[in-house]
Each structure stands twice: as structure tokens, then as C-alpha cells.
């Protein structure tokens, strides 16, 4: 599965539709484009299972930084599992 299978995966559970592409999608992983998120995968037998994507904030309400999660999705077969969990905490681990 790739990060755009699971993007319209997301897309039809809520109901909507994807206008990221496939190509924009890899762009993302472009070491030489300057980030403005970052895509963290989780892989289960060389497969990608799930993923988030993040970029660093600024909270008025708490004056904190911290990161905002702009999507996250878990394949419907890997669900409740703990994956999204787990993701959500390698996320916080890195602030």
C-alpha cells in the first residue's frame, strides 16, 4: 500500500474526496525541497500501514510549540490495533 492508497482510503471514510496527488504526495519525500511537514509511516512487513502528517506550531491559548497533526490514517484492515497511537506518541516524543 502507498501513502496516496491510504490518502483516498481517508478521502472515502470521510466521505470526500482527495486533491492530493500521487506525484505531490513523493514530493513530500524530496530531500531537496524545504519541508514544511514531515510524513511519519508506520510499516508492517515492508508495507505501509498508516501514516501521519505533522508540522511544527505555535499554541496562543497555552504559549507552547508544539506540532499540529494535519492527517493521520490507519489502513481499515490495521485499525484498532494501537498503530494511530502509536504514531500520535512518536509524534510527541519528538517536542
Not at 492508497?5 to 531537496?32: G, K, M, P, V, W
Not at 515492508?46 to 489502513?75: K, N, R, W
Request: a neutral charge; glycine letters at 4%; charged letters at 20%.
Amino acid at each position: 500500500m502507498t501513502i496516496a492508497t491510504l490518502a483516498q482510503e481517508l478521502a472515502a471514510y470521510e466521505n470526500t474526496h482527495s486533491l492530493c496527488s500521487a506525484d505531490r504526495i513523493a514530493a513530500l519525500f524530496d530531500a531537496s525541497q524545504d519541508p514544511r511537514c514531515t510524513v511519519l509511516v508506520a510499516r508492517k512487513a515492508e508495507q505501509i500501514i498508516a501514516f501521519a502528517i505533522y508540522y511544527p506550531g505555535y499554541d496562543l491559548s497555552s504559549d507552547t510549540y508544539g506540532f499540529h497533526v494535519a492527517d493521520i490514517c490507519v489502513s481499515a484492515a490495521h485499525r484498532r490495533q494501537g498503530t494511530g497511537k502509536q504514531l500520535m506518541h512518536a509524534i510527541h516524543r519528538k517536542h
